[in-house]
């Protein structure tokens, strides 16, 4: 129905700096939220990010300053741009989006996850 694909995640060296890229397709109305999530070894998902359809955005006390969340609606794609990275910022990234389908009802969908490594 609904589809997220992730992309750019990788192994980097810390300080170093990664984009991720996070394209919806399938029967989409409307996007609302979309954000990023992260899931460590042993720890719980996470919100990292969000973003709304108007643009306001919203950050984990642990990334702000260092993570900037944007999106493309024309292109129905939300980007995370990491600089700064340091280790703890391992994890899988996740996207998630709040997706107004055609006929009208709304669901939360994730993406796939793509693996970020930081290495000290």
């Known amino acids: 129905q609904v589809q997220l694909v992730e992309s750019g995640g990788g192994l980097v060296q810390a300080g170093g700096s990664l984009r991720l890229s996070c394209v919806a397709s399938?029967?989409?109305?409307?996007?609302?939220?979309m954000g990023w999530y992260r899931q460590a070894p042993g720890k719980q998902r996470e919100l990292v990010a969000a973003?709304?359809?108007?643009?306001?955005?919203n950050y984990a006390d642990s990334v702000k300053g260092r993570f900037t969340i944007s999106r493309d609606n024309t292109k129905k794609t939300v980007y995370l741009q990491m600089n700064s990275l340091k280790p703890e910022d391992t994890a899988v990234y996740y996207c998630?989006?709040?997706?107004?389908?055609?006929?009208?009802?709304?669901?939360?969908?994730w993406g796939q996850g793509t693996q970020v490594t930081v290495s000290s």
């Open positions: 998630k989006a709040d997706v107004t389908v055609v006929a009208r009802s709304t669901y939360n969908f």
């Open positions: 399938g029967s989409i109305f409307s996007i609302n939220v």
């Open positions: 973003i709304t359809a108007g643009g306001s955005t």
